[in-house]
């Protein structure tokens, strides 16, 4: 879609890589499920093949299809990219675009606040000969720059953290690394970039990774990733996944566009519900803080106010250390509407419990209560509410 004037982001999301002449006139793209793409003869072949990081020419189903092409190119309108590549899974977004970038020798800074399965990938990274240091995802600055060595390859970094939601300053981290030749790359799935751009934060990340699985898809039907490049990263980065096999099945690129056309409002509603849950659960009796930072007490409100446009739907409730393994158990199970499970970004609310000190730096979340993450979806407030209620009456008489 072509345009004069710059489009705001909630007409990004609804037009972006969306292009009717291209699919017979129809809003949608059809469902490319695919792996023969025929020639005419073998000068269109050759000419196919001639350039494999270039996209549109149909080549082989791994390679692309027209339904990954209008998802990769939403998303990379969405972050203000480059390109995109659309991965099976978030977790082989993240594996993929670190391998992208690391050789045997190297040394990478990985913040200690990340998705454990990302922290488990890095660990295994010491097999490679590459040798992974976690920084405090509250260092920033010259912080950073002191953990530097002349082997840092990259640093890679979630903002807010999973399950414990430190924000970073991000602008200040990709100024330092930047400065001293180490790439960076970010998970942007909590916010999505409905409410951060962080390529656009300070230097620029060179690669934003998601697991569109959570809001990006928001029905959780999907299992989809997606690594969104500046054009220095690209070539690195799809090469990369040209090697590892990296492709993403075709229904799944499908819900995941389908998805990003209504992420506007309901990334607004997951939002409203869930601070306004947040500000009622932090008063309750039994419970020692709220993990927010749109609430005005967090230690990262003031970060995610000036880099961040909002606040997705998720959440850590941490309990009052007095309550053992069981109080906690008899809380979760007394649950009728929040499910049980993992994952978020989905219509309906989920709760499930944390334990961030497994993964961690010893000390940064040692002598903390118990820890509970809410994603908070599009039930009745009252009826959510009430569950809690009868929760945490649970957790008090267990
Ligand atoms: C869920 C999640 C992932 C992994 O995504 P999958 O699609 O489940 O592989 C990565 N990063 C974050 C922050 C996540 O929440």
Redesign the pocket.
């Known amino acids: 879609m072509t345009h004069e004037a710059p489009l705001s982001p909630e007409t990004q999301l609804v037009h972006a890589g969306s292009d009717p002449g291209r699919q017979g006139g129809y809003v949608n793209p059809p469902v490319h499920r695919a792996s023969t793409a025929l020639y005419r003869d073998t000068a269109e072949m050759d000419a196919s093949q001639a350039d494999p990081l270039k996209r549109g020419t149909p080549v082989y189903g791994r390679f692309g299809t027209p339904t990954g092409r209008a998802f990769e190119e939403a998303l990379t309108v969405l972050e203000g990219g480059h390109a995109t590549v659309a991965t099976c899974?978030?977790?082989?977004?993240?594996t993929t675009a670190i391998l992208a970038y690391v050789r045997a020798g190297d040394h990478i800074l990985v913040s200690d606040s990340?998705?454990l399965?990302?922290r488990k990938f890095c660990d295994s990274l010491a097999a490679l000969g590459v040798e992974t240091e976690y920084y405090d995802p509250c260092a920033t600055g010259a912080a950073i720059d002191a953990l530097i060595r002349p082997r840092t390859r990259l640093l890679y970094l979630?903002s807010p953290g999973?399950t414990t939601f430190e924000v970073q300053d991000i602008p200040a981290i990709t100024e330092v690394c930047r400065a001293r030749g180490v790439a960076t790359i970010a998970?942007n799935?909590?916010a999505t970039p409905a409410f951060c751009r962080p390529l656009e934060l300070g230097a620029g990340v060179d690669a934003v990774?998601?697991?569109?699985?959570?809001y990006l898809t928001g029905h959780a039907d999907s299992?989809?990733?997606a690594i969104v490049c500046t054009q220095e990263s690209y070539p690195l980065i799809r090469g990369a996944a040209i090697r590892l096999g990296q492709c993403a099945g075709a229904d799944d690129l499908y819900l995941g566009l389908r998805g990003l056309r209504t992420l506007g409002p309901r990334l607004a509603r997951h939002q409203e519900q869930a601070l306004d849950l947040a500000r009622w659960t932090a008063a309750q009796d039994g419970v020692a803080s709220v993990l927010h930072p749109a609430l005005p007490e967090d230690p990262g409100h003031t970060l995610w106010r000036r880099d961040f446009t909002g606040a997705a739907g998720l959440f850590g409730v941490e309990l009052d250390p007095r309550f053992t393994k069981p109080a906690v158990e008899a809380m979760l199970n007394a649950f009728r509407i929040f499910g049980l499970g993992?994952?978020?970004?989905g219509y309906e609310s989920l709760v499930v419990p944390a334990d961030p000190a497994a993964g961690r730096l010893p000390g940064t979340w040692s002598g903390r209560g118990p820890l509970i993450r809410v994603h908070v979806g599009f039930e009745s407030p009252a009826d959510l509410r009430e569950d809690l209620r009868t929760a945490l009456k649970a957790l008090h008489t267990a």
Do not use: C, F, M, R
């Open positions: 899974s978030g977790l082989a977004a993240i990340v998705y399965p990302t979630e999973s998970d799935t909590w990774v998601h697991s569109a699985t959570k299992i989809l990733g993992h994952s978020y970004g």
